[in-house]
């Protein structure tokens, strides 16, 4: 059984470009979650994808989106990068939107820095 | 809205017991969690409990829920130093029509010799 896997691990971006990231969800999970962990804080909700389409969204500006794939992986793009926008994103599969109690399986993360 | 709080840092000796604290506010979260993140890693899900149960128990770690004060703690005895990490607990609430985790803001465990 593999575990999420995430890619790049780090990369480094200028302000005002964007930014792709992306996730291969756990075998048999079929929902991607991402999250975004600034600095000495805990990871803060940015969406969940089940089915191809958002379906739960916390406090972060349009500017961040993302994509589902058929075979459940996914991407979140950044446009217009901040430098408040620098954290490590990571990525969690889970089934069925969460709602087993499994919970949900983390990937190891991408550190963004934007300068 | 939900609202999860830990203390920032705790420091134990090797073989000791440590508890770790944690507040949350939505009282209709089913589950809540405790993840572990050592230095440049991901989330590492550790334990977690159900919203009906009082306690649960899992080798050396030792969760105890009280619902009534909303509070949350994990108990890991014998701690080693393979130990020291960050420790996160996080409910699991609504989000429009799927599941999130709201995090505290992490507990740095220090375990020393």
């Known amino acids: 059984e593999t575990g999420v896997t995430q890619s790049p691990t780090h990369l480094i971006k200028t302000r005002g470009q964007q930014v792709t990231l992306r996730c291969s969800s756990q075998?048999?999970?079929?929902?991607v979650s991402w999250y975004q962990q600034a600095l000495g804080q805990g990871p803060q909700f940015i969406f969940q994808?089940?089915?191809?389409?958002?379906?739960g969204r916390g406090n972060f500006p349009p500017r961040f989106s993302g994509l589902q794939f058929p075979n459940y992986s996914s991407e979140l793009n950044v446009n217009a990068l901040e430098l408040d926008d620098s954290a490590l994103y990571l990525c969690?599969?889970?089934?069925?939107?969460?709602?087993?109690?499994?919970?949900?399986?983390f990937g190891s993360g991408t550190r963004l820095t934007v300068v | 809205g939900e609202d999860v709080e830990q203390s920032l840092f705790l420091s134990v000796r090797e073989g000791d017991s440590s508890v770790i604290n944690c507040t949350y506010t939505?009282?209709?979260?089913?589950?809540l969690y405790w993840y572990k993140q050592e230095p440049g890693a991901g989330l590492q899900l550790l334990t977690y409990?159900?919203?009906?149960?009082d306690m649960k128990q899992d080798q050396r770690l030792t969760v105890l829920l009280n619902k009534k004060d909303k509070h949350l703690s994990l108990r890991i005895a014998d701690t080693q130093t393979g130990d020291s990490a960050i420790y996160f607990c996080?409910?699991?609430?609504?989000?429009?029509?799927?599941?999130?985790?709201?995090f505290g803001t992490g507990t740095q465990l220090k375990v020393e010799l």
């Open positions: 409990i159900f919203s009906n149960m």
């Open positions: 969690a599969s889970s089934l069925e939107q969460g709602a087993t109690s499994d919970g949900y399986t």
């Open positions: 994808y089940y089915r191809e389409e958002e379906n």
């Open positions: 939505d009282s209709s979260s089913t589950y």
């Open positions: 075998s048999g999970h079929n929902t």
């Open positions: 996080a409910e699991r609430g609504f989000t429009g029509g799927g599941n999130k985790l709201t």
